[in-house]
């Protein structure tokens, strides 16, 4: 397991916080739903372990078309093709560092471009940055369990802070996180790249324990005290899960919480394919109520399920 990498300064910070306009205007943040499944159901191909990020080299119109559509759909946030983006991942397509590194960066104008495609609203751009355990392509970050020391973590992950800080995101995504040392250190050098906020949230195994195993309510109380972490919550769980969670990330803080489900299926990592049967019904509602405040969509989800969560958020009650 990661180990524990010691305690870290925890005093808020006053850096510009890029939801709260959004929060003011609306009370709620509604994000974009699946990249990678809306991209292959698009017919981009998603075979290799560089999943989503392989696209931004094959077919990189592609993305901006679909970041475009979840703006027309709603979304006020669009998250980075680069969830699984890494200098080593991409070394297995034949690029070196800088080509990576500009791969990244580009992952950011896509979803920059979106506003001027559809003449709308500029939304937010958040930088995808998922675990390490994503970029091994056999479904670790559902489990945690890898062994990786924080010198090769910190070697993954700066990289791909630097690239994205330096294209401008506006905040980060710390997304599908099965364990807190992860967090923690990735955590640490945002801190030490600059003052760019972000939203945390992990995976989880069932309402109160994270993929690795550890308590959701402890990693939460842990993560919300870090002076960049603007909202912390949960993604790619089953809908019938989200309710509960948020309870226990709600005992753990009082920042606005994020939730992002999945369909309900389940990634087989054998197969790799979703496997089971969607949930049909998501309640965002019941999530604002229980203190969402960022609330959208992970995998298998597509821009028609933010357009009915935009429509679903859109009463008065909840403008703040």
Do not use: K
Not at 130 to 158: C, M, N, Q
Not at 211 to 220: F, M, N, Q, Y
Not at 274 to 286: A, F, H, I, S
């Amino acid at each position: 397991m990661i180990p524990d990498l010691g305690p870290r300064m925890r005093t808020r910070t006053s850096s510009p916080d890029p939801l709260a306009p959004v929060l003011r205007g609306h009370g709620v943040v509604v994000l974009d739903g699946g990249l990678a499944t809306e991209l292959e159901r698009r017919g981009a191909r998603l075979d290799d372990a560089l999943w989503s990020a392989g696209v931004l080299l094959d077919r990189p119109a592609l993305i901006a078309e679909v970041h475009a559509d979840y703006v027309r759909a709603g979304a006020d946030v669009l998250t980075t093709a680069s969830y699984q983006a890494s200098v080593e991942g991409f070394a297995t397509r034949g690029l070196d560092r800088e080509a990576a590194l500009a791969a990244m960066r580009s992952s950011v104008r896509l979803a920059r471009s979106a506003g001027d495609r559809t003449g709308g609203p500029v939304p937010l751009v958040a930088g995808s940055l998922g675990p390490r355990g994503a970029a091994l392509a056999d479904g670790s970050e559902y489990r945690g369990g890898y062994d990786i020391s924080p010198a090769r973590l910190t070697e993954f992950h700066r990289p791909r802070i630097e690239a994205l800080s330096e294209a401008g995101v506006d905040l980060f995504a710390l997304e599908t996180m099965p364990v807190l040392g992860e967090v923690d250190l990735v955590l640490d050098l945002l801190a030490r790249a600059g003052t760019v906020p972000a939203w945390v949230s992990f995976s989880c195994r069932d309402a109160r324990t994270l993929a690795g195993g550890e308590s959701l309510r402890e990693a939460v109380r842990v993560v919300a005290r870090h002076p960049l972490v603007l909202a912390v919550g949960i993604n790619c769980v089953p809908p019938d899960l989200v309710a509960d969670a948020l309870r226990a990330c709600r005992e753990a803080t009082d920042l606005p919480l994020v939730c992002y489900p999945n369909s309900g299926e389940r990634w087989h990592p054998g197969r790799r394919a979703w496997v089971g049967d969607p949930q049909d019904r998501l309640d965002p509602v019941t999530w604002y109520d229980l203190g969402a405040r960022l609330i959208g969509g992970c995998c298998r989800t597509t821009p028609a399920t933010i357009a009915a969560l935009r429509r679903a958020l859109a009463a008065p009650a909840r403008r703040s």
